[in-house]
């Protein structure tokens, strides 16, 4: 669905205010089942459901002989004994279901930030929604973040979901 707005870049004199629109048909958000990708899952279903279009939850199985950031190895996330993998994709795919949206869940290997990107541009995603932990000082230093690497990374529009 294409949405439309009357709007202006900051250079622009009044006269120069133009429509401007944005066409969003496939939504991929990545989730482990942490509440900020379960934060940013319920925005990609707002959004979805906004817009009409299709959502993509995917899982990054990342197997640790493919770690590429030093917070996964961090992150073994056993949610009583379910699988982060398999709880976050089933909080989409209800999430969607329970909104009318259509939807589709994968679990994807490899390293986590180049796999969310390469998923979205393999998909042809119009848009990436990812959570953000909000780490600051030191442990934002020393473990990285996955939602700042996908925004630097991405050709796609990424919508970043903030969680205090």
């Not at 990054?60 to 056993?78: C, F, K, N, R, S």
């Not at 589709?104 to 930030?113: C, F, L, Q, S, T």
């Not at 990285?144 to 979901?161: D, L, M, Q, R, W």
């Amino acid at each position: 669905m294409k949405v439309c707005i009357r709007g202006a870049a900051e250079d622009v004199k009044l006269g120069d205010i133009q429509e401007v629109c944005v066409e969003v048909d496939r939504i991929l958000v990545p989730t482990d089942g942490s509440e900020p990708s379960v934060a940013a899952t319920e925005f990609a279903v707002v959004m979805a459901k906004t817009f009409g279009a299709t959502l993509k939850a995917i899982y990054v199985d990342t197997g640790y002989e493919q770690l590429e950031y030093p917070e996964e190895a961090m992150d073994e996330d056993i949610f009583e004994g379910v699988h982060p993998s398999i709880k976050g994709l089933a909080i989409a795919k209800t999430m969607c279901e329970r909104n009318g949206v259509e939807c589709e869940v994968e679990i994807v290997k490899g390293g986590v930030a180049k796999r969310i990107v390469a998923s979205a541009i393999e998909w042809e995603a119009d848009m990436i929604v990812i959570g953000d932990t909000g780490r600051t000082g030191l442990k934002r230093i020393a473990l990285g973040s996955v939602a700042e690497t996908v925004v630097k990374g991405s050709p796609i529009p990424v919508f970043v979901v903030k969680q205090d």
